[in-house]
């Protein structure tokens, strides 16, 4: 048994080292909403998201005014009641989007506070499938200025040169015969074998537009395509999985185990991407995943391995985890002390307590932002 004696959260900002481009935006930098749930025994457990380019203050004051106080001062152990509580006192501002956010950190940190009080890695705590490793792929291939198909290609060669069998790139952003250019390029360098997945990042309207591109970039055999329209729009998703023998994937932004289900029934992704730093944490991932297992479908978590690795690990019908080998494009590996480490195409599991990394300290304190008045990065909710 183990009570809550304080949350704390931070918002971290890290500047990209060079613009990056989707097909629907550029980012220059990105904040992280990193939190802290401490017991009375001096346990920390920890949990982040991703709190895009310039909102993350909206999190922080999710966690301040909002939600950090339903937790201290009880039993962490008591996981599913905390997360009823937190989404009951949200139900007018949360349900998705900014403090849904912030309620899947604060729950991922409960989740580690009570493995490591249990001294086990997050994904024994949680009933593993497996015991050392779980499958990947290399994601990459964003638009940058001056990267040509051939520069495109060699990219993704060389993840598969590194071990990977899997790899996925952008698509979406230029005209259907751009695009066919650079999926022909990045068939040849990968060769025939290597699953090749495409990310569109919401960049169509309409199913005509999908279609023009689907007709020509079908024969390069892709594994799946990925966010074809606004997650808003199920109905075109379930179209165009009907007009296409490519699997639509989706769900990276969507939150709740209620949508998920709508998006099943409507037969609108053949593959969910559900990510515990915005459904609602590791508690409503774990829903989603076994009701998604229920219709047959497998889940592939979007981005953030140093979590979804020991989600993949113990959810019967995960597969691929998303992992970004740099840093260039994604930048939260320069906030914590460990890294995963890829072995032929797999992610090794952490075998140290809970989710298996810290803070890094200095990089926290370089990266935190400070509230007005105030020296500390951190912000604490605590009992008066
Ligand atoms: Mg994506």
Redesign the pocket.
């Known amino acids: 048994m183990a009570k809550i004696e304080s949350v704390s959260v931070c918002i971290a900002r890290v500047p990209l080292d060079n613009a990056v481009t989707f097909s629907t935006r550029t980012v220059t930098a990105r904040e992280y909403c990193l939190v802290k749930v401490r017991s009375v025994d001096g346990v920390e457990g920890l949990g982040y998201c991703y709190a895009v380019n310039t909102s993350g203050r909206l999190l922080s004051v999710a966690v301040t005014d909002l939600l950090g106080a339903r937790l201290v001062g009880q039993e962490s152990l008591r996981v599913e009641g905390l997360w009823q509580e937190m989404y009951q006192e949200a139900l007018l501002q949360g349900r998705v989007g900014a403090v849904m956010r912030a309620l899947s950190g604060i729950d991922t940190a409960v989740w580690d506070l009570n493995a490591r009080t249990a001294k086990l890695p997050l994904y024994k705590y949680l009933g593993a499938m497996v015991e050392d490793r779980v499958p990947a792929y290399a994601s990459g291939g964003y638009y940058l200025p001056g990267k040509t198909p051939q520069k495109l290609g060699e990219e993704l060669a060389s993840y598969v040169k590194d071990g990977f069998k899997a790899v996925k790139m952008k698509t979406g952003r230029l005209s259907p015969r751009e695009e066919e250019d650079r999926i022909r390029a990045a068939r040849e360098a990968i060769g025939p074998d290597v699953l090749l997945m495409l990310?569109a990042?919401n960049a169509w309207h309409d199913l005509p537009t999908a279609l023009l591109h689907m007709n020509r970039l079908e024969a390069y055999d892709p594994h799946w395509i990925?966010?074809p329209f606004s997650p808003d729009d199920l109905d075109n998703h379930a179209k165009l999985a009907q007009r296409t023998r490519v699997t639509v994937a989706t769900g990276?932004i969507e939150a709740g185990r209620w949508r998920f289900k709508e998006m099943l029934d409507k037969q609108a992704a053949g593959i969910l991407?559900t990510d515990a730093t915005v459904c609602g944490g590791i508690s409503e991932w774990r829903r989603i995943a076994a009701t998604a297992a229920s219709y047959g479908v497998t889940v592939s978590p979007?981005?953030w391995h140093d979590v979804h690795v020991h989600l993949a690990a113990s959810a019967p019908n995960a597969r691929h985890v998303?992992f970004m080998p740099d840093d260039h494009i994604v930048n939260f590996r320069r906030l914590i002390d460990r890294q995963i480490v890829a072995k032929d195409g797999d992610l090794l599991l952490p075998q140290t307590p809970g989710l298996g990394f810290e803070f890094d300290k200095e990089a926290v304190r370089k990266y935190g932002t400070r509230a007005p008045g105030s020296d500390d990065v951190w912000q604490v909710v605590r009992r008066a």
Do not use: K, M, S, V
């Open positions: 990310d990042n990925e966010e990276e991407q979007h981005a998303e």
